[in-house]
């Protein structure tokens, strides 16, 4: 990271989305600059759009599968863990939480 000289440290951050930098000063709180990030699709013609989108919509239907499993695993996850949690419980006796009047 760069220095500003009179007002200490600079701080470039990048977005994770669309590669734009951005030079902001800690201390007044501002951006000092910025620099768009190369677009995705900027060098594509017409006769490869298409296939650019299948392959999105690929990755795209994809990525919803595997958050769709991972889902399913883990209410199951949690259903055993519960059910193990309540079969520990039932060997002790419930008693009332203490509150802080009581004490």
């Known amino acids: 990271m760069p220095d500003h000289p009179e007002r200490g440290s600079v701080i470039e951050v990048t977005c994770p989305c669309c590669d734009a930098r951005l030079t902001v000063d800690p201390a007044q709180g501002t951006v000092i600059g910025s620099e768009k990030g190369a677009h995705a699709r900027a060098?594509?013609?017409?006769?490869?759009?298409?296939?650019v989108l299948e392959q999105e919509s690929a990755r795209i239907?994809?990525?919803?599968?595997?958050?769709?499993?991972?889902?399913?695993?883990r209410g199951a996850a949690l259903d055993k863990l519960f059910?193990?949690?309540m079969e520990k419980s039932k060997d002790k006796p419930v008693s009332p939480p203490v509150r802080e009047i009581d004490l």
Do not use: F
């Not at 239907?61 to 695993?73: C, L, N, P, Q, S």
């Open 83 to 85: 059910k193990s949690h």
């Open 61 to 73: 239907h994809e990525r919803y599968d595997e958050i769709v499993r991972t889902e399913k695993g």
């Open 43 to 51: 060098g594509i013609d017409l006769k490869d759009a298409q296939r």
